[in-house]
């Protein structure tokens, strides 16, 4: 008869199966070298020249990037230190917009100096009240370092605002921030509303196009829309738009049914009904006063026919992200079906244009006054640029938050 003791403690606690570590050679040990391990795959993505990561995750898609945020979700580590500086990562990221790596590569240093104090004997809670004191010391020397001014600064100073950014562009695109400052504080200052503390970072936008250089980046007060308008009407100026989401064709019956022609002047008569019914809609829509219309899904040829007939600019936007902007940027309602609009479903734009870049036809879309979005056309596919221009305006909704709250 065999005897089986009874589990009891921790071990009563746990599933079959488990592990406990204790002690600093099974525990903390352990856990500082699987921080370091994580902390020197990122480490070397650090700053503006730092070196792309292959990542393939278990859906096997493959990430060609040097974003440590990125990095780190798509690696998905199960290690409980190690996804604490994950976790560190990603609060850096959500809170400020950047600077995940310096968290993970920071944090992988002061481990590794941390093992090299326990090995000579120094307890963990003396370093940790060595760090506790670093830390104090660090806020007041970067309190020092801050530009004079900042809590006081007007948000809408070019001159305040480029000063205070440079640092932001530079830590992306390093040599380049006296060109790309002053285009981005530009951006920003123009949407920045009433009240700073409201800026919307998603009202800076960036459109990458081949066929340039960094000196031909511009600034748009509207959005940019990859693709060539459908038909034939390439511009339209102060027109009136209306916006259909489910797209610009006729309508299918909810359930099937059965024509039964006997004769051609029958199918004649059938096919000029459904003219009829298409010409009503188009002509009910032109009726209302707008000149431009914009589809979130198929244009039909007979509806594209009548939308020339009537002189009507016609627009598709596939991307339902991008139709919500552009419906903000124009102050336009968007329509489920096809439909006259009413007064207060119309909204505006100063022109509409399609030019050529490239190779590439690109939409333009205007609105000088009341606009939400400046895209920053950049005329050459640089990748650490998007994520500059991101990062920078970030950095002025923190200035904006911070000039509100005395900061």
């Given at each position: ?71 780190v979700n798509e690696l998905e580590v199960q290690h409980p230190a190690a996804k604490i500086l994950v976790l ?227 627009l598709k936007i596939s991307s339902k992200f991008e139709l919500r902007r552009f419906c903000r940027t124009t ?75 005395g900061i």
């Open positions: 008869m065999g005897f089986s003791m009874q589990p009891y403690g921790i071990q009563s606690m746990l599933k079959e199966g488990h592990k406990h570590l204790s002690g600093l050679d099974e525990a903390v040990l352990k856990n500082i070298d699987a921080c370091k391990q994580l902390s020197t795959i990122t480490r070397t993505s650090l700053g503006p020249d730092g070196m792309n990561k292959m990542v393939i995750n278990h859906l096997d898609k493959l990430f060609v990037t040097n974003d440590a945020a990125t990095i560190a990562g990603k609060a850096q990221q959500e809170e400020i917009g950047d600077g995940a790596n310096l968290t993970i590569s920071f944090a992988g240093e002061l481990l590794q100096n941390a093992e090299e104090l326990i090995r000579t004997g120094l307890h963990p809670s003396e370093i940790i009240s060595g760090y506790t004191k670093a830390i104090n010391k660090t806020i007041e020397v970067l309190s020092e370092l801050v530009e004079k001014g900042s809590e006081k600064m007007d948000v809408r100073n070019k001159e305040q605002v480029v000063t205070r950014m440079k640092a932001a562009v530079a830590s992306k695109q390093h040599g380049q921030e006296d060109i790309l400052c002053s285009l981005i504080a530009d951006a920003c200052i123009q949407v920045c509303p009433k009240n700073p503390a409201n800026f919307d970072v998603d009202n800076v936008r960036v459109s990458k196009l081949v066929g340039g250089g960094l000196h031909n980046c511009t600034i748009v007060r509207g959005m940019v829309l990859k693709g060539d308008a459908v038909g034939s009407i390439k511009r339209m100026e102060k027109a009136k738009v209306a916006v259909f989401a489910s797209g610009i064709d006729t309508s299918a019956t909810e359930t099937k049914g059965t024509v039964l022609i006997h004769s051609a002047e029958q199918l004649e008569n059938y096919a000029k009904t459904e003219e009829a019914k298409v010409e009503e809609l188009i002509k009910a829509v032109a009726d209302s006063g707008a000149k431009v219309i914009v589809s979130g899904g198929a244009v039909g040829e007979m509806a594209l026919h009548f939308c020339e007939r009537y002189k009507l600019m016609v102050g336009t309602a968007a329509l489920l079906k096809l439909s006259q609009p009413k007064p207060d479903d119309l909204g505006f734009v100063d022109s509409v244009s399609v030019e050529e870049i490239g190779g590439s036809r690109v939409n333009f879309p205007l609105r000088k006054q009341g606009g939400l979005f400046v895209f920053l056309c950049f005329y050459l596919l640089i990748a650490k640029l998007h994520s500059a221009c991101n990062f920078s305006s970030l950095a002025f909704m923190i200035m904006c938050y911070n000039c509100m709250n």
